[in-house]
């Protein structure tokens, strides 16, 4: 997992609760990502960051919310206006531009 | 839009065998190809990569070849184990914006 966290492991909330999924990495890393996995699929780009207090989004923002404050930490907030948020969340870190490097993953379920 | 894409969602073959897994790109402006193994409940490990300048790469096992001409990328695996048993995904980037667009992957799965 190359020196980035994630916290928790498993995530469970209810329908219409915010949860905030925690990302942190010691690799003194520029770039931080988060990507969202569904069973049997790839990984899909949610937001990423190149610097510290800036963000873009990826192709399906939609429902999620970033910050950037931190060069270490890159935390990621599942908004109740996310449809369908139950599903494998993976962040990731680079050196500009270069390969990235995974977290072990956080699988949020939503009931 | 721009996407990365594989010819076989699924690879069966027998221990001690070679496994092809083989990747299309369609973004003829990508420079930069990783291939990385995934197993289950866990993040994407990153395996070998290559610049587009670039149509051969080996590593421990691994070897990947870049077709530019056809937009092909494949990862051989020699030898292979049980322990390779994953999902194998393809990535690809281009130009400085730092972002990778991945493949939807292969399962391998090697038979003792």
């Known amino acids: 997992d190359g020196g980035i966290t994630q916290s928790p492991k498993y995530l469970f909330r209810k329908e219409g609760q915010n949860v905030t999924l925690s990302c942190e990495q010691n690799?003194?890393?520029?770039?931080m990502y988060w990507y969202r996995q569904d069973p049997g699929q790839g990984l899909r780009l949610i937001y990423y960051s190149q610097i510290v207090n800036d963000f873009q989004k990826g192709d399906i923002a939609e429902g999620y919310s970033v910050s950037r404050e931190k060069k270490e930490s890159f935390p990621l907030t599942v908004t109740s206006a996310q449809k369908n948020p139950t599903a494998f969340y993976l962040c990731a870190s680079s050196m500009s531009y270069s390969r990235q490097y995974f977290g072990p993953g956080t699988r949020l379920t939503v009931t | 839009g721009e996407s990365v894409g594989l010819h076989l969602p699924t690879l069966s073959v027998q221990e001690g065998d070679n496994s092809i897994i083989n990747c299309a790109y369609s973004?003829?402006?990508?420079?930069?190809f990783i291939w990385y193994k995934q197993e289950s409940g866990k993040g994407p490990q990153f395996i070998i990569d290559i610049r587009s300048n670039m149509d051969k790469r080996q590593g421990q096992r691994v070897t990947v070849l870049l077709n530019k001409t056809v937009k092909h990328l494949s990862l051989q695996i020699a030898a292979t184990q049980p322990g390779d048993s994953a999902v194998y995904f393809c990535a690809e980037g281009s130009g400085s914006n730092y972002k990778l667009t991945f493949g939807k992957g292969t399962l391998l799965t090697v038979n003792p």
């Open positions: 973004n003829s402006a990508s420079d930069y």
């Open positions: 690799l003194n890393h520029d770039a």
